[in-house]
């Protein structure tokens, strides 16, 4: 784009800087409290004050007051998960805004006659804003001068461009796809549309979270929900029937209720998703929305744009042709353009010539003119036929009127004094005379160039489609060099399963033949989607086909959202404006920053350095969370499953429930709070599958059924052979040790050294507590009978894990194989 800054415009002036700062004293600039990022003070505080963290408090205060007070060891681990918790966020804050700042909405202004670039929240009421195609309207505003297409879908779902003159309305939040106007601001900040909007939303909830993140928020509602009647249950059961000391009721009532709380698993989800935000900031990645880290793990189709993310964003002009004139509809008819020039071949030199003061009269800022103005720039001139047709006829020519390029119809038009003339893609500049013009193109598309026809209409109205005669008068051939690391790129995602879709606004043969270039599977399957709903059903042609050519915007969105229909997880990369309404739809958008700002701010991702190679680095980051928290959750749930179970066995048996909160804290320690978050921390590039919640429920349920049936055994036992409560309240919790470093192997084939290192460190960790503190975590002596349950029931719980994991797989295969069999 031609850089228009600090460029003077004779009639608009704009405001003064004192008028400018009158207004931001006033409070009429531009900054509205729209954003769903949460600010320190929030951070602090949903850390800090949580459900969980005032049942720790209330129950702290319990034991404080019967002086049980070396069961107050789980205090450190929440006032250290609230501290971590609080000092990542803050972390991941400060480096997404200072990206976001990078990445912010600009616009440009007029004030005191200049043309100057600046942050759309520093414009401010009454301020001239220029606006041109790509741009979002960032605040409500009335044309003054010229005339835009805007697509205003995002606010009310309607699709079709509007046009906007002097005089009529523009709505923040819509943004420009064609045309270039000035415009007053009449409504900034938090009085303009997109701000009511936005806060309408924000006061309705968060929105949308992953698959991961709302399992997760399911389980810990759920045993918030359940505790509070389990343990009234069970200190009525120990105080009043068992007739336990108060002490001894409020300790075990207290050992359940922690065991019940997974108290670290929303933090460990939290930090894993700070961590990569932060990892993926640092290289120049954006993430507007967390859950775009585990929806783009679990993509299987990528939808890809041709320029931008096959090529590079910039284009240039390789050669100009006039048509030969050699079929029927070109033939002889050059003459009535110019009455001096009675050859049957429009010349290149007179063609350049009349399409450099097209490209003049233009206002379209796109990559193709920009590489037409720069070609013209670069020859233009330097030939002597051209300066003389330049010379007699240029200096008649006049602009009557410019319709700029539309993704909608593919092309756009300057209309003369002496006539209109159109460029744009050659179906729908000739429509159903193409075939004319056709062979004489074909040996540039298939060499993978992208050709524009240049032609003059026989009409004035270019708004309303080319109803009236078309006669081409040459073709310009440009070309998009292939991006160098494409072809790693799309052989990673051929490798990893994931389908790629080419969808283009251009010419399908052209595209075909670039994916193909690019290495994508399945290039040579490509169609036209003018023929898509007359020919070929869409739901059908995604199945079949791999690229799209001469796909409009609307197709883009109906294309992706019948992939979704056929239960595929889409991701859509775009840089235009025409990729919005696809982007907005798909379950994941990834926009490059080279491209529009509108598209830019519609993305959940955006590569800053607008690098598509970035990509794969974005899924591993996405799969490392997912599989990493997935494995680490299993953990923390066998405490769960253990300590509900446990307090339904005791309530039902009539026993006091046999552990204290020094032995939960212990296990919970260095079975699962170090080892998980160690683990979570670990490269991890396998394919996301299945349900989250489920397989964390497989994996754990094995594990947590173990728990209960190994130390349900050992108290009933301890209850025959009347042992005292604290030598089996510390056999349970080595039992509970074992079943948890049981499930720990398990879960971290197949080893490695970290993975070493980190059962073997906490195997060192558990037995220096439970030797060294014996005393601060209540494990006492053992008797030699309690010794030997022990070890029978440890025996046991070996054989009972492996025989328990065998029967819920074989269980969950079963299901599988009924649900396939339904379908």
């Given at each position: 784009m031609r850089d228009k800054t600090n460029e003077p415009v004779k009639e608009l002036k704009g405001l003064t800087e004192q008028e400018v700062e009158l207004r931001v004293e006033q409070g009429l600039d531009n900054r509205a409290d729209t954003t769903t990022d949460k600010s320190i003070k929030e951070i602090i505080f949903s850390n800090a004050f949580t459900y969980f963290n005032l049942i720790f408090l209330i129950i702290s205060i319990l034991l404080l007051c019967v002086k049980s007070y070396r069961n107050l060891t789980f205090l450190p681990i929440v006032i250290g998960n609230t501290l971590i918790g609080i000092v990542q966020e803050l972390r991941a804050k400060k480096i997404l805004d200072k990206m976001n700042l990078l990445n912010a909405p600009h616009a440009t202004v007029l004030r005191e006659g200049m043309q100057r670039q600046i942050l759309s929240e520093e414009l401010v009421k009454d301020d001239i804003v220029v606006l041109r195609a790509g741009d979002q309207i960032c605040a409500d505003a009335t044309v003054l001068e010229g005339n835009v297409q805007v697509n205003e879908s995002?606010?009310?779902?309607?699709?079709?461009?509007?046009?906007?003159?002097?005089?009529?309305?523009?709505?923040?939040g819509s943004f420009v796809v064609a045309g270039e106007c000035?415009?007053?601001?009449?409504?900034?900040?938090?009085?303009?549309?997109?701000?009511?909007?936005?806060?309408?939303?924000?006061?309705?909830?968060?929105?949308?979270?992953?698959?991961?993140?709302?399992?997760?928020?399911?389980?810990?509602?759920?045993?918030?929900?359940?505790?509070?009647?389990?343990?009234?249950?069970?200190?009525?059961?120990?105080?009043?029937?068992?007739?336990?000391?108060?002490?001894?009721?409020?300790?075990?009532?207290?050992?359940?209720?922690?065991?019940?709380?997974?108290?670290g698993l929303y933090l460990l989800t939290t930090i894993a998703l700070a961590l990569s935000t932060m990892r993926l900031a640092k290289n120049k990645v954006l993430l507007h929305d967390m859950k775009s880290i585990e929806t783009l793990a679990r993509v299987d189709v990528l939808c890809v744009d041709k320029t931008g993310t096959i090529t590079e964003p910039s284009m240039c002009v390789k050669e100009i042709h006039a048509f030969s004139g050699e079929n029927e509809h070109t033939a002889g008819q050059y003459s009535r353009f110019d009455e001096a020039e009675q050859s049957t071949r429009f010349h290149e030199t007179e063609l350049e010539a009349l399409l450099a003061d097209y490209v003049r009269a233009s206002k379209d800022n796109n990559a193709t003119m920009q590489a037409l103005k720069a070609y013209m720039a670069q020859n233009i001139g330097k030939n002597d036929n051209a300066v003389n047709y330049k010379n007699t006829d240029t200096e008649n020519r006049q602009v009557v009127e410019v319709f700029p390029f539309s993704s909608a119809v593919k092309y756009s038009g300057v209309v003369f004094n002496d006539g209109a003339y159109v460029l744009g893609a050659p179906e729908f500049v000739m429509q159903s005379h193409f075939s004319e013009v056709e062979q004489e193109l074909l040996p540039y598309t298939k060499k993978g160039y992208r050709v524009l026809i240049f032609a003059r209409y026989a009409g004035r109205d270019l708004k309303n489609g080319l109803t009236e005669e078309v006669t081409p008068l040459g073709f310009i051939v440009l070309s998009n060099p292939i991006r160098a690391n494409a072809k790693e790129t799309f052989a990673y995602f051929k490798a990893q399963g994931v389908q790629i879709k080419v969808i283009s606004g251009d010419n399908p043969e052209t595209v075909s033949e670039i994916a193909k270039q690019a290495g994508i599977e399945g290039a040579q399957n490509y169609i036209d989607a003018t023929r898509l709903d007359s020919q070929f059903k869409i739901e059908e042609a995604v199945r079949e086909y791999t690229v799209f050519g001469r796909v409009t915007p609307k197709q883009k969105q109906q294309l992706v959202q019948a992939l979704q229909k056929d239960k595929h997880t889409v991701a859509m990369t775009g840089d235009g404006v025409n990729d919005i309404l696809a982007m907005k739809d798909a379950d994941c958008s990834v926009a490059m920053a080279s491209g529009s700002e509108a598209a830019s701010q519609a993305a959940q991702v955006v590569l800053l350095d607008s690098d598509f190679a970035h990509m794969p680095s974005v899924v591993w980051e996405g799969r490392r969370v997912v599989n990493n928290v997935e494995r680490s959750a299993s953990l923390f749930l066998v405490k769960n499953i253990f300590s509900l179970l446990m307090s339904v066995f005791s309530a039902v048996f009539m026993i006091t429930y046999p552990l204290e909160p020094a032995h939960i804290s212990l296990i919970s320690m260095f079975t699962i709070g170090i080892p998980g978050f160690l683990l979570a921390l670990e490269p991890n590039k396998e394919r996301i599958k299945g349900k989250f919640i489920k397989k964390v429920l497989l994996k754990a349920l094995p594990a947590g059924l173990t728990d209960v049936f190994v130390v349900g055994a050992l108290v009933i036992c301890g209850d025959v052979f009347s042992l005292p409560s604290a030598d089996i309240a510390t056999a349970?919790?080595?039992?509970?040790?074992?079943?948890?470093?049981?499930?720990?192997?398990?879960?971290?084939?197949?080893?490695?050294?970290?993975k070493y290192a980190i059962l073997f460190g906490n195997i060192a960790g558990l037995l220096f507590c439970g030797i060294m503190l014996n005393h601060l975590f209540a494990m006492s002596q053992l008797s030699a009978i309690c010794m030997l349950l022990l070890i029978v029931f440890g025996f046991a719980a070996e054989s009972l894990f492996r025989y328990l994991t065998l029967l819920v797989e074989k269980a969950d295969e079963w299901v599988e194989k009924k649900s396939r069999t339904r379908l």
């Amino acid at each position: 784009m031609r850089d228009k800054t600090n460029e003077p415009v004779k009639e608009l002036k704009g405001l003064t800087e004192q008028e400018v700062e009158l207004r931001v004293e006033q409070g009429l600039d531009n900054r509205a409290d729209t954003t769903t990022d949460k600010s320190i003070k929030e951070i602090i505080f949903s850390n800090a004050f949580t459900y969980f963290n005032l049942i720790f408090l209330i129950i702290s205060i319990l034991l404080l007051c019967v002086k049980s007070y070396r069961n107050l060891t789980f205090l450190p681990i929440v006032i250290g998960n609230t501290l971590i918790g609080i000092v990542q966020e803050l972390r991941a804050k400060k480096i997404l805004d200072k990206m976001n700042l990078l990445n912010a909405p600009h616009a440009t202004v007029l004030r005191e006659g200049m043309q100057r670039q600046i942050l759309s929240e520093e414009l401010v009421k009454d301020d001239i804003v220029v606006l041109r195609a790509g741009d979002q309207i960032c605040a409500d505003a009335t044309v003054l001068e010229g005339n835009v297409q805007v697509n205003e879908s995002l606010l009310t779902g309607e699709a079709d461009e509007v046009e906007k003159k002097a005089g009529m309305p523009l709505l923040s939040g819509s943004f420009v796809v064609a045309g270039e106007c000035y415009a007053r601001l009449d409504k900034v900040g938090k009085d303009s549309y997109i701000s009511r909007l936005a806060t309408q939303a924000k006061s309705m909830g968060s929105g949308e979270q992953s698959e991961m993140v709302r399992s997760i928020n399911q389980i810990v509602k759920w045993v918030g929900i359940i505790i509070i009647p389990i343990s009234i249950i069970l200190f009525y059961q120990s105080f009043y029937i068992n007739h336990t000391t108060l002490q001894k009721g409020v300790t075990s009532t207290v050992a359940a209720i922690i065991g019940m709380i997974p108290e670290g698993l929303y933090l460990l989800t939290t930090i894993a998703l700070a961590l990569s935000t932060m990892r993926l900031a640092k290289n120049k990645v954006l993430l507007h929305d967390m859950k775009s880290i585990e929806t783009l793990a679990r993509v299987d189709v990528l939808c890809v744009d041709k320029t931008g993310t096959i090529t590079e964003p910039s284009m240039c002009v390789k050669e100009i042709h006039a048509f030969s004139g050699e079929n029927e509809h070109t033939a002889g008819q050059y003459s009535r353009f110019d009455e001096a020039e009675q050859s049957t071949r429009f010349h290149e030199t007179e063609l350049e010539a009349l399409l450099a003061d097209y490209v003049r009269a233009s206002k379209d800022n796109n990559a193709t003119m920009q590489a037409l103005k720069a070609y013209m720039a670069q020859n233009i001139g330097k030939n002597d036929n051209a300066v003389n047709y330049k010379n007699t006829d240029t200096e008649n020519r006049q602009v009557v009127e410019v319709f700029p390029f539309s993704s909608a119809v593919k092309y756009s038009g300057v209309v003369f004094n002496d006539g209109a003339y159109v460029l744009g893609a050659p179906e729908f500049v000739m429509q159903s005379h193409f075939s004319e013009v056709e062979q004489e193109l074909l040996p540039y598309t298939k060499k993978g160039y992208r050709v524009l026809i240049f032609a003059r209409y026989a009409g004035r109205d270019l708004k309303n489609g080319l109803t009236e005669e078309v006669t081409p008068l040459g073709f310009i051939v440009l070309s998009n060099p292939i991006r160098a690391n494409a072809k790693e790129t799309f052989a990673y995602f051929k490798a990893q399963g994931v389908q790629i879709k080419v969808i283009s606004g251009d010419n399908p043969e052209t595209v075909s033949e670039i994916a193909k270039q690019a290495g994508i599977e399945g290039a040579q399957n490509y169609i036209d989607a003018t023929r898509l709903d007359s020919q070929f059903k869409i739901e059908e042609a995604v199945r079949e086909y791999t690229v799209f050519g001469r796909v409009t915007p609307k197709q883009k969105q109906q294309l992706v959202q019948a992939l979704q229909k056929d239960k595929h997880t889409v991701a859509m990369t775009g840089d235009g404006v025409n990729d919005i309404l696809a982007m907005k739809d798909a379950d994941c958008s990834v926009a490059m920053a080279s491209g529009s700002e509108a598209a830019s701010q519609a993305a959940q991702v955006v590569l800053l350095d607008s690098d598509f190679a970035h990509m794969p680095s974005v899924v591993w980051e996405g799969r490392r969370v997912v599989n990493n928290v997935e494995r680490s959750a299993s953990l923390f749930l066998v405490k769960n499953i253990f300590s509900l179970l446990m307090s339904v066995f005791s309530a039902v048996f009539m026993i006091t429930y046999p552990l204290e909160p020094a032995h939960i804290s212990l296990i919970s320690m260095f079975t699962i709070g170090i080892p998980g978050f160690l683990l979570a921390l670990e490269p991890n590039k396998e394919r996301i599958k299945g349900k989250f919640i489920k397989k964390v429920l497989l994996k754990a349920l094995p594990a947590g059924l173990t728990d209960v049936f190994v130390v349900g055994a050992l108290v009933i036992c301890g209850d025959v052979f009347s042992l005292p409560s604290a030598d089996i309240a510390t056999a349970a919790t080595l039992l509970l040790a074992v079943v948890g470093f049981m499930i720990l192997i398990k879960i971290s084939e197949p080893f490695n050294k970290m993975k070493y290192a980190i059962l073997f460190g906490n195997i060192a960790g558990l037995l220096f507590c439970g030797i060294m503190l014996n005393h601060l975590f209540a494990m006492s002596q053992l008797s030699a009978i309690c010794m030997l349950l022990l070890i029978v029931f440890g025996f046991a719980a070996e054989s009972l894990f492996r025989y328990l994991t065998l029967l819920v797989e074989k269980a969950d295969e079963w299901v599988e194989k009924k649900s396939r069999t339904r379908l």
